[in-house]
């Protein structure tokens, strides 16, 4: 077993650098014109507001289950949103559940394996790394169809 | 100041982490094909090449900088590659000499503040977690580069 004597982060760092990250995919929805969040996509793939769906249901659903230590599906899009003011106003309300929710995980909890929608059985730790790449990866993905729509994104270091 | 047992994440945990998101971005300067790798981007953005410069420019020299406690600019591109080939073999140096180096951090080192390139005076841990998260957000555009391209990216769990 690891011993908690060798870790680097603490729950207040990792909170914090996950919000750092929600608040910049925030600047970047507010970046896309209205029409273009829900419909610009290069190469097939999914308009950034599909992406935001996905973002909104890993992250509140998934810390819940977590914290509840609750197994249910991945389920997206279970609301329709078609305003890019009610995603924003979506987000905000996600971020402050987040923090509510984190404030129930104890120091224990984050190596404690959990089944994450009934499919990803990996510490905690490792699950809320996952939310974390995972909303990277898309909103750099983001920043193609921004700079493709000829519009300049959010500096990436501005949390 | 934080004390030790609130913490989350190992340094064999971190490393790690690091690693999957560096074998996985080597997977996607693979799936590249040659002539796309340095000449295609979207919108004016850089090439994927040119962004594994960066990649490469940052990983090694800034851990090094780290170990060392020695403060050097950021310098890219200072050997100038031509073909995919040399990309992978750079970042499989690369992986080796991350792991030499991170054998030499001590658990207090990562609380501990350094001038990252001179310009980046943080934490230890947000340094290396700014290192993989901006391979994350570069890859993610990568990622636009392949499917825009007609190429199917590696999936991005497969580290």
Redesign the interface.
């Known amino acids: 077993m ?1 011993t ?11 909170l914090k ?1 996950w919000q750092g ?1 929600r608040a910049l995919t925030r600047n970047v929805i507010e970046a896309f014109p209205e029409k273009d969040f829900f419909e610009f996509s ?4 999914r308009t950034f507001s599909k992406m935001a769906d996905e973002l909104l249901a890993i992250a509140v659903p998934g810390l819940k289950g977590i914290v509840n230590k609750e197994v249910k599906p991945f389920t997206e899009g279970s609301e329709k949103l078609i305003f890019k003011a009610q995603y924003l106003e979506k987000w905000d309300e996600a971020t402050a559940e987040i923090n509510q929710y984190w404030e129930k995980l104890s ?1 224990e909890d ?2 404690a394996n959990f089944n994450l929608f009934g499919q990803y059985e990996f510490p905690i ?2 699950n809320i ?2 939310f ?3 909303e ?6 983001g ?8 519009i300049e994104p959010p500096f ?2 501005e949390r």
């Open positions: 690891k908690l004597a060798a870790q680097v982060i603490t729950p207040e760092d990792l650098h990250h290069i190469g097939g793939m120091i984050f190596s730790y490792q790394l996952y974390i790449d995972n990277v990866h898309h909103r750099g993905q920043y193609v169809y921004l700079r493709a729509l000829g990436f270091w």
